[in-house]
């Protein structure tokens, strides 16, 4: 199992708008690829004196030709629609990471 963690650092004044936004818009768009076979949405605790909120969102693969077919074939349009949305208002970071039995 494949784990594609994308954490989200958002201005606090768009928080709930991009929570939304983030919610009925942007995971059903990736889930709807059908390459990932679940998600989960976390938000990161820690002090947020910097006027930033992040967010953690997991998405689950079965293995490496999903995810790649993801990052080529999908990735780049759905990334660009939060850049547009949410401009200068957000910074993000992805991992990849692969489960240990």
């Known amino acids: 199992m494949l784990l594609y963690n994308v954490t989200v650092g958002i ?17 059903p768009e990736v889930m709807n690829t059908k390459l990932f076979v679940d998600f989960k949405i976390y938000k990161v605790l820690h002090d947020q004196d910097d006027g930033n909120v992040s967010y953690c969102i997991q998405y689950f693969a079965e293995n490496l030709e999903q995810v790649t077919t993801y990052f080529e074939k ?24 692969e489960e240990v039995p």
């Open 74 to 97: 999908f990735a780049p349009a759905i990334l660009e629609k939060l850049r547009q949305r949410f401009r200068d208002k957000h910074v993000a970071f992805m991992t990849l990471l």
């Open 11 to 27: 201005d606090k004044g768009v928080e709930y708008e991009w929570l939304f936004w983030t919610k009925t818009e942007h995971i």
